[in-house]
């Protein structure tokens, strides 16, 4: 019984060898040339090792929860598309009142000016 998962074992395996592999190599062979440019905040809008209590922006969360919804609607849309002919008019209707949603939720985020940066 325990055989019949031998090969699941092998491939886990290689799988973790050939990934610490990798990262070896890389940490190993990669080049060290720190510079201001790359050590820039360049994400959140502040400096990485400050005050844990400082005050902080958060425009940027708000933009980052947008883009996650907005990431996630063609998260849907392609499995969608791909069995559109199985699900008929039901699930074609079904997707247009939910892009519907996103596109009101949308207009309204860009009314509020939650896309703009100042």
Not at 41 to 47: H, L, Q, S, T
């Given at each position: 019984m325990l055989e019949n998962y031998l090969p699941v074992l092998v491939f886990i395996l290689i799988g973790l060898i050939a990934g610490a592999v990798m990262l070896i190599l890389g940490?190993?062979?990669?080049?060290?040339?720190?510079?201001?440019?790359?050590?820039?905040?360049?994400?959140?809008?502040?400096?990485?090792?400050?005050?844990?209590?400082?005050k902080f922006d958060v425009r940027y969360y708000l933009l980052a929860i947008l883009f996650i919804v907005f990431d996630l609607e063609i998260a849907f849309l392609f499995p969608w598309a791909v069995v559109l002919d199985d699900i008929g008019m039901f699930g074609f209707w079904a997707m247009m009142i939910f892009l519907f949603d996103l596109v009101v939720g949308f207009v309204y985020a860009w009314k509020v000016g939650a896309l703009e940066w100042e």
């Open positions: 940490f190993v062979l990669g080049p060290r040339r720190p510079d201001p440019e790359k050590l820039s905040p360049y994400e959140c809008g502040f400096e990485a090792f400050e005050d844990a209590r400082m």
